[in-house]
C-alpha cells in the first residue's frame, strides 16, 4: 500500500517564548521537525507534505533540507488540526493510497509504531495511536467499544466518566487518503476551542459504518514539545537513550551523563569515549577508536585506531584515516588526515591534505584564508612540519621534507628539502633525507651510552 505523510507544523508554539517557529527549536542538534521526517521516511512514503504556517519559509527550508522533494503548503488561518490536514488536499487529490498524519512537535515516535499503524491499516478504515500514560492529565482520552474506536474526546469536552478513561489520545491517524478529507468535510467547530478537529474523525467514521482502532505505544514516543522545559525534557530524554544505546553495542563511555550525542551520531564498537564529549551533527567513528576528554566533532569522519584529544576540536569536512592522533588544542576544518600522521598540539590545520605519516608540530597554522577566498594546502608523506611553522595557501609541501621552527612557507617546497627560517625561508634540496639520518644515528648512539 502507497502511504503520504501529512506532517502537522504550522503552530506558532507561543508557550515556547520565542520568534523561532517552535518545529524548528533543536533536539540533539537538529530541529525537532527533523527527527519526525527522518523517522517517518523509513515508511518509504510515496508522498510527503508539511503543513506550515507560522515562520512557513524557514519551516519549508528545513523540511527540505532532509528530503528535497518534501512538498510543502501553508495553513494561513489557524482553525484546528483537522483545518491544517484539510490543507494538503490539493496536494494529495490523484493519491489513492493510506494517508498518515504525524505531528512536528512530537520527535520520538519509533518507526516500528508507525509500521504498526500502516499494517492495522490494512483492517480498519482509521487508526489512531494511544498510550497509556502515568498521569492522563488533559491528555484527550479514547473511548472504546471492545477492539473498536468509538471516539476521541478532547479533555476540555469530556465527562468526569471519560476523563476517568486511561488510554489517551498519541495524535498520530492513519486513513484513506480520499476517505480523510471526505471525513474532514463533515467536521464542524462546534466545540470549546471553535475549532475543526482531526479528533472527530473516529466518531464520524463510526456513523458511516467504518471500523476505527488503536494502536498503542509507550508514553515516551508520545513526548509532545509546548514550552521550553518540555525542550530540555526531550533533550535529556534524547540524551539518556543514545547513552544507553552506545553502551548496548559495545562502546564505553567513561562518563555517560557527560557525553553529549547528535541525532545522527553513528560510532564503532569498541570505541572509548572520555568524559564531557560533544558530538555535533554529522559524526561517524569507527571501530576502536579513541575520542578523549572536551573534545567538540561536528561533520567529521574519524578511522579506527584514531586518538583525537583531549580538548580538539573537529569541524565540518575533517576526515582521520587510521592510527591519527589528534592532540590538546588542535583544530582541524576541511582536511584530510592520512594514516598515522600526528598532529598533536595548539594548531590549525584547514582547507588542508597531511600525507600519511607526517608530523605536524605545535603552534602550525595552515593560513587558508585571504579575507576573501579560501586556498588548499597540501603537505606530503612523512613530512616533518616544525613548531610555529605559518603555511601561507596555497602552497605544498613535497614527500619527506621538512620546515624548520618558525618557518613563514610562502612558496612550494620539494620533497626531501628542508626550509630554513627565519625570514623568508630559505630552501635546502635533497638534504631533508640526510638530515633525518644524521639525528636517527645521533639518537642510536645516545641510546647505546
Known amino acids: 500500500m502507497q502511504t503520504a505523510l501529512i506532517i502537522l507544523a504550522a503552530g506558532?508554539?507561543?508557550?515556547?517564548?520565542?520568534?523561532?517557529?517552535?518545529?524548528?527549536?533543536?533536539?540533539?542538534?537538529?530541529?525537532?521537525?527533523?527527527?519526525?521526517?527522518?523517522?517517518?521516511?523509513a515508511l518509504d512514503p510515496a508522498r510527503t507534505v508539511v503543513v506550515t504556517g507560522h515562520g512557513a519559509?524557514?519551516?519549508?527550508?528545513?523540511?527540505?533540507?532532509?528530503?528535497?522533494?518534501?512538498?510543502?503548503?501553508?495553513?494561513?488561518?489557524?482553525?484546528?488540526?483537522?483545518?491544517?490536514?484539510?490543507?494538503?488536499?490539493?496536494?494529495?487529490?490523484?493519491?489513492?493510497?493510506?494517508?498518515?498524519?504525524?505531528?512536528?512537535?512530537?520527535?520520538?515516535?519509533?518507526?516500528?509504531?508507525?509500521h504498526a499503524m500502516r499494517d492495522a491499516a490494512q483492517d480498519?478504515?482509521?487508526?489512531?495511536?494511544?498510550?497509556?500514560?502515568?498521569?492522563?492529565?488533559?491528555?484527550?482520552?479514547?473511548?472504546?467499544?471492545?477492539?473498536?474506536?468509538?471516539?476521541?474526546v478532547e479533555y476540555k469536552d469530556a465527562s468526569e466518566a471519560e476523563r476517568a478513561i486511561s488510554m489517551c489520545n498519541g495524535g498520530l491517524m492513519a486513513c484513506s487518503a480520499q476517505k480523510l478529507f471526505e471525513l474532514i468535510d463533515a467536521t464542524n467547530n462546534e466545540n470549546a476551542s471553535g475549532e475543526y478537529y482531526l479528533t472527530d474523525i473516529p466518531a464520524l467514521a463510526g456513523q458511516q459504518g467504518l471500523k476505527s482502532t488503536v494502536v498503542t505505544c509507550t508514553e515516551d514516543e508520545t513526548i509532545g514539545i509546548n514550552n521550553r522545559a518540555q525542550l530540555a525534557e526531550a533533550e535529556r530524554f534524547f540524551q539518556n537513550s543514545a547513552r544507553a544505546e552506545a553502551l548496548e553495542i559495545g562502546v564505553t563511555l567513561v562518563a555517560p551523563e557527560t557525553v553529549h550525542f547528535a541525532q545522527d551520531t553513528v560510532i564503532g564498537r569498541d570505541t572509548l569515549i572520555e568524559?564531557?564529549?560533544?558530538?555535533?551533527?554529522?559524526?561517524?567513528?569507527?571501530?576502536?577508536?579513541?575520542?578523549?576528554?572536551?573534545?567538540?566533532?561536528?561533520?567529521c569522519h574519524v578511522?579506527?585506531?584514531?586518538?583525537?584529544?583531549?580538548?580538539?576540536?573537529?569541524?565540518?569536512?575533517?576526515?582521520?584515516?587510521?592510527?591519527?592522533?589528534?592532540?590538546?588544542?588542535?583544530?582541524?576544518?576541511?582536511?584530510?588526515?592520512?594514516?598515522?600522521?600526528?598532529?598533536?598540539?595548539l594548531t590549525y590545520i584547514g582547507d588542508a591534505t597531511i600525507g600519511a605519516r607526517s608530523n605536524i608540530g605545535a603552534g602550525t597554522i595552515t593560513c587558508n584564508y585571504d579575507g576573501v577566498m579560501k586556498h588548499q594546502t597540501t603537505i606530503g608523506a612523512d613530512v616533518f612540519i616544525g613548531s610555529n611553522t605559518m603555511l601561507i595557501a596555497p602552497v605544498s609541501v613535497g614527500n619527506g621534507a621538512l620546515t624548520g621552527t618558525g618557518s613563514i612557507v610562502k612558496t612550494d617546497i620539494p620533497g626531501d628539502a628542508i626550509a630554513i627560517p627565519p625570514q623568508q625561508v630559505e630552501v635546502k634540496e635533497g638534504r631533508a633525507g640526510r638530515y633525518f639520518d644524521m639525528l636517527r644515528a645521533k639518537k642510536a648512539r645516545h641510546k647505546k651510552g
Open 275 to 299: 568524559p564531557n564529549v560533544v558530538f555535533g551533527p554529522g559524526v561517524t567513528i569507527e571501530t576502536g577508536a579513541h575520542i578523549r576528554a572536551f573534545s567538540h566533532l561536528e561533520g
Open 12 to 41: 506558532k508554539g507561543t508557550r515556547m517564548r520565542s520568534d523561532l517557529p517552535k518545529v524548528l527549536h533543536p533536539i540533539a542538534g537538529v530541529p525537532m521537525l527533523t527527527h519526525v521526517l527522518s523517522t517517518a521516511a
Open 124 to 152: 480498519a478504515d482509521v487508526v489512531v495511536l494511544g498510550f497509556e500514560p502515568q498521569d492522563p492529565g488533559r491528555y484527550g482520552r479514547l473511548v472504546m467499544d471492545g477492539d473498536r474506536l468509538d471516539r476521541i
Open 57 to 114: 519559509e524557514a519551516v519549508e527550508a528545513a523540511a527540505r533540507d532532509v528530503n528535497e522533494d518534501i512538498q510543502t503548503v501553508r495553513q494561513e488561518e489557524q482553525l484546528g488540526t483537522g483545518h491544517a490536514v484539510a490543507q494538503a488536499r490539493p496536494l494529495l487529490q490523484d493519491f489513492d493510497g493510506l494517508a498518515m498524519v504525524l505531528f512536528g512537535d512530537t520527535p520520538f515516535i519509533r518507526e516500528e509504531t508507525l
Open 303 to 345: 578511522s579506527r585506531g584514531a586518538v583525537v584529544g583531549p580538548y580538539a576540536r573537529l569541524r565540518p569536512g575533517a576526515e582521520l584515516a587510521e592510527d591519527v592522533r589528534i592532540g590538546n588544542f588542535v583544530e582541524i576544518k576541511n582536511a584530510e588526515i592520512a594514516e598515522g600522521a600526528k598532529v598533536n598540539h
